[in-house]
């Protein structure tokens, strides 16, 4: 009987360490909610008591009922029928269990339904639920539309949808991607148009939209007639009614249970929610926080899946006359699994932390202005707080990402010839990995998005503190050694600064941003080296290897490696 | 001396004669006027009197029926055979095939057989008098056709033969009825079984339709999920016939069935470079340019005049096509007159 929640250490010592209390407090509007709700927590205590038990909840469904479903779902996949899509029955079976378990809500207000939970707690379920079967997130994970609707709709939409998405009622889909705009959404042409009554219509294509054949839409469109840049891009929310057509979904390499749907709007009645122009702007911008996120815990949950299964074929494994788990080059591979892993779930909850902090203060923000108390002292915290969330944001999805495609193979490796079968789990999760650094933006997208923040160094004065503390004094080596990257950085960021040319920027971005990923998840994992002993190796082999990496992109930076850009034509031949 | 005679080989598919073949039978009657000769059609099935008497409308004088139900279903052993005693003992001048999968297994066998001249692929035929190395020929074929990848136009004789043999592509020759047929007049040859006919035996026919080469086309006539049904989608249909042009479409034109898959034009579909291209109702996404960008010319019609379509096009229509395309299909007919 797993229980991905009870039975995972990692997240459980995530968990215990997790520090919500001003968070908490915010979320539960300094626990005035019990007296509205006798279900809401009253004290700091009950809540974590209660998020811990609603997370063995989820622990209990994602192991004993989803995960043994998964390989039946990726068979099944969704079907397209007479323009009408089907979930696998598994996915089916799926979405029933957790609506009745009241989770579809879990970050939305109680009022409308939801469990209030903070983004962190979120995360937890999100990751649990990937880890038994990533196509899965992909419908579960989409509460964030409901809760886009909350921040930036009126009381009369969130009204109307969030109690039953709340309910599982209806699920939702975000359709941004057009056959024309997919990185470069500012390219976005879907037309909204306003007739005499002053109502909205919607039309126009989009593609690739998750869960597409969602009942609640959450569409960006272009508002402003004859305009072609974001500001001319406005966000709606319709049904997915009749005049919604699904053209087709995708075949495609994974996640099969969640469709991929090519959307025809037929001027489809929409509202638009908050206000005109800002739908690229501010509102995708800011959804794109939970979703990266949201993602980023897919990713998390597959690598867990793909490392439970190498280690559990390495052990049953018998070669040479013993288990493979005992040939060192595969103890070597599974350890570095686990560091991944282990550093990865640092990072995220770490971001989860942040983003949540970010949430929280701007509905205390909005609240005091509605209340006409001042806020600026909340204000200046929030832009500290966004400024590293705009950051951390990106870089967790990007190392995550691209660290579940690096987990899954290793783990397909692992299992030889083997892996590279159907009837074994891991060429599902090797598959499944792959999404996860191409959608909610690719890698590279990432890399663009958290270069600002690595530039400025905007991490700069917490590594400041961090160098100046004294560890404990088998730790002192490896503190020393961030501080040798943290100087190798600060050169590098100096002469490709110096330099001047944007494009050698551009290219240069990727080993300044894994640069500062080091940094800050060494020192992650220091500080929880310092608190529980097993720590200290996954900090030990993750902030060496990082040292040594971190003199490899140096090596790129400094020896002008890309300078062979200005002669791409001679080489792309 | 015989009589100059050009036969026509009546390829037909559960009963129903192949359109090349009655294009062919037009071409023929032109031959055999210029040869003052007869234009004979030879048709092998069972039950296919039919096709035989249909031959006529296109100026047969003569048809020769093989009928017998083992010749049902094209097999290359007994309809080969039967061919090659034909031709052996009438000495036809000129044998014509469809450039089709049965044309192309049957008319090597037959020109091989009887030592004839045959050249596969004719884009044109022509009987003319010719002077080679100092003699003259009389009645000689011109098979004509593309040679060396396109780059030249062949002309092709076999002047040391009695008999002369092409195959031609379907949609080469104009099809067109004659005014007047001649009464209908069908030699019946009887059909004597060999054992060697059954050498091979055909177990069952699956037939799907022929695949089309959007790539050869010079002209595309291409609708997109604009179009909006089926039965719109017609239009389309309707223009590519007016003006010569295969039809073609977007992937969602595909994926909605207005239009059979083979004919999907972009990154997964054809990559086709026409003369000319239209696009009706069609966006223009990217996937779709890279198929068809580099046509010499781009008629685009679309209601939305901000379409990507229209920023690879040399002519944009803003319009509804369903008003657009009738008009071009009447402009295009009073050109004509
Ligand atoms: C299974 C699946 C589900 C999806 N679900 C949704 C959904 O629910 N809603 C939705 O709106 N969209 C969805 N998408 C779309 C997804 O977000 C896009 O595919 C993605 O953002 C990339 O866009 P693109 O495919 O157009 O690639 P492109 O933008 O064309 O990118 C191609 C390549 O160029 C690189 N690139 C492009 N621009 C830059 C740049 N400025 N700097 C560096 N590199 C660059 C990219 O990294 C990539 O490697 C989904 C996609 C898939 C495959
Ligand atoms: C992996 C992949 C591969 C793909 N490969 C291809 C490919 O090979 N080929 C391809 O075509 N696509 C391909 N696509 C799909 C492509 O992205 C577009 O979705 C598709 O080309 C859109 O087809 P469309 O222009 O017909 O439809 P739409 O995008 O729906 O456009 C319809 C157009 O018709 C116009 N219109 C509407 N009504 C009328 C009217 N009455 N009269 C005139 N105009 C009207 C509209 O303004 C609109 O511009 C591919 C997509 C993917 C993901």
């Known amino acids: 009987m797993p229980n991905f929640f009870t039975e995972n250490p990692d997240i459980q010592f995530h968990f215990n360490k997790f520090e919500l209390k001003e968070i908490v407090s915010l979320t539960e509007d300094n626990y005035e909610q019990s007296k509205q709700f006798n279900y809401a927590p009253i004290n700091y205590e009950d809540a974590m008591e209660n998020y811990r038990k609603v997370l063995e909840v989820v622990g209990d469904i994602a192991g004993n009922y989803i995960a043994p479903r998964a390989a039946d779902v990726d068979n099944d996949g969704a079907s397209f029928n007479d323009g009408k899509v089907a979930y696998a029955t598994g996915t089916q079976k799926n979405l029933q269990e957790l609506s009745q378990a009241d989770l579809m809500g879990m970050i939305l207000p109680r009022t409308y339904g939801g469990l209030n939970f903070p983004f962190s707690i979120y995360m937890m379920a999100v990751e649990m639920v990937s880890r038994a079967d990533a196509s899965l997130m992909n419908i579960f994970g989409l509460q964030d539309i409901g809760d886009t609707i909350r921040k930036f709709g009126n009381e009369d939409q969130r009204m109307e949808f969030l109690p039953r998405i709340s309910s599982g009622e209806h699920t939702g889909a975000m359709a941004l991607t057009e056959p024309d705009a997919g990185s470069d959404l500012q390219a976005v042409k879907l037309t909204a148009y306003q007739n005499e009554q002053g109502k909205w219509f919607l039309r126009g294509v989009k593609r690739f939209i998750t869960n597409g054949n969602a009942q609640v839409l959450l569409v960006l469109a272009r508002s402003e007639a ?13 049904y997915g009614d009749e005049t919604v057509v699904v053209r087709r979904i995708e075949h495609k390499l994974g996640i099969h249970g969640s469709p991929t749907c090519e959307l025809q709007f037929n001027d489809t009645p929409a509202q638009l929610v908050g206000s005109r122009k800002f739908g690229l702007i501010k509102y995708v911008l800011d959804l794109m926080y939970r979703a990266r996120m949201g993602v980023s815990s897919q990713a998390l949950g597959i690598s867990q899946a793909a490392y439970e299964e190498a280690v559990k074929y390495a052990k049953e494994r018998k070669q040479f006359g013993k288990a493979i788990y005992n040939i060192p ?9 686990k560091v991944m892993l282990e550093s990865n779930r640092s990072l995220l909850y770490s971001t989860a932390k942040c983003v949540d902090e970010k949430e929280k203060l701007e509905d205390l923000i909005e609240k005091l202005k509605a209340e006409g108390k001042s806020f600026a002292e909340e204000n200046n915290r929030l832009k500290q707080v966004t400024k590293i969330a705009n950051l951390l944001t990106p870089m967790t999805k990007f190392v995550l990402a691209e660290s579940s495609n690096k987990i899954t193979y290793d783990a397909l490796q692992i299992h030889g010839g083997t892996g590279y079968m159907k009837e074994f789990r891991v060429e599902r999760l090797a598959r499944d990995a792959r999404i996860t650094n191409i959608y909610e933006g690719t890698s590279q997208m990432q890399i663009v998005a958290a270069s600002g923040g690595v530039i400025n160094d905007v991490m700069g004065e917490y590594f400041d503190e961090k160098e100046k503390r004294e560890y404990k004094t088998g730790l002192t080596k490896l503190a020393n050694h961030l501080k040798e990257i943290r100087q190798l950085f600060l050169d590098c960021l100096k002469y490709v600064l110096d330099k001047k040319e944007t494009s050698f920027q551009d290219v240069a971005a990727k080993d300044l941003v894994e ?21 200290v190796f996954i900090a030990n082999r993750y902030i060496v290897t990082a040292l040594a990496n971190a003199r490899k992109n140096v090596e790129a930076i400094k020896n002008e490696l890309f300078s062979d850009l200005l002669h791409a034509e001679k080489i792309l031949v | 001396m015989k009589k100059n005679e050009v036969w026509v080989f009546i390829e037909q598919h559960n009963g129903k004669p192949a359109d090349v073949s009655l294009e062919l039978l037009s071409k023929g009657r032109k031959l055999a006027d210029t040869m003052k000769g007869l234009l004979k059609s030879v048709v092998i099935g069972n039950d296919v009197k039919s096709i035989a008497i249909e031959s006529f409308k296109f100026g047969v004088d003569d048809a020769m029926l093989i009928d017998h139900p083992e010749l049902k279903h094209y097999r290359t052993m007994p309809y080969n055979r039967i061919l090659n005693e034909l031709v052996e003992q009438h000495q036809p001048r000129v044998v014509l095939f469809g450039a089709t999968i049965i044309g192309r297994d049957l008319a090597p066998r037959v020109a091989s057989h009887t030592r004839s001249g045959l050249t596969a692929d004719c884009t044109e035929l022509k009987i003319s008098e010719v002077e080679y190395l100092g003699k003259k020929f009389n009645d000689l074929l011109l098979q004509i056709r593309p040679a060396f990848g396109g780059n030249i136009i062949a002309t092709i004789i076999t002047p040391d033969v009695h008999v002369q043999m092409a195959t031609v592509r379907e949609g080469v020759m104009e099809m067109h009825a004659v005014e007047k047929p001649k009464p209908v007049k069908i030699t019946e040859i009887p059909y004597v079984p060999n054992e060697i006919d059954n050498l091979i035996t ?14 050869a086309a010079p002209i595309i006539v291409a609708g997109g999920y604009g179009l909006g049904t089926k039965e719109n989608f017609k239009h389309v249909v309707n223009l590519a016939h007016t003006i010569g042009g295969e039809v073609a479409g977007s992937r969602a034109a595909v994926d909605a069935g207005f239009i059979p898959h083979e004919r999907q034009v972009g990154q997964t579909g054809v990559t086709v470079r026409p003369k000319l291209y239209f696009a009706i109702g069609i966006s223009g996404a990217i996937q779709h340019r890279a198929g068809m960008s580099e046509a010499k010319k781009i008629v685009a019609i679309n209601t939305d005049p901000d379409a990507p379509i229209f920023e690879v096009s040399h002519y944009g229509i803003v319009g509804d096509a369903m008003d657009v395309i009738p008009k071009f299909i009447e402009a295009y007919k009073s050109r004509l007159k």
Not at chain 1, 330 to 337: A, G, P, R
């Open chain 1, 226 to 238: 004859g305009t072609k840049d974001g500001r001319g891009l406005s966000m709606f929310v319709c």
């Open chain 2, 202 to 215: 055909l177990v069952e026919q699956h037939r799907e339709e022929s695949k089309v080469n959007l790539k």
């Open chain 1, 329 to 337: 080059v595969i103890s070597n591979m599974l350890i570095d699994m």
């Open chain 1, 515 to 535: 640069l500062y990923s080091y940094l800050y998840i060494g020192y992650l994992l220091l500080d929880e080296a310092e608190k529980e002993p097993r720590k």
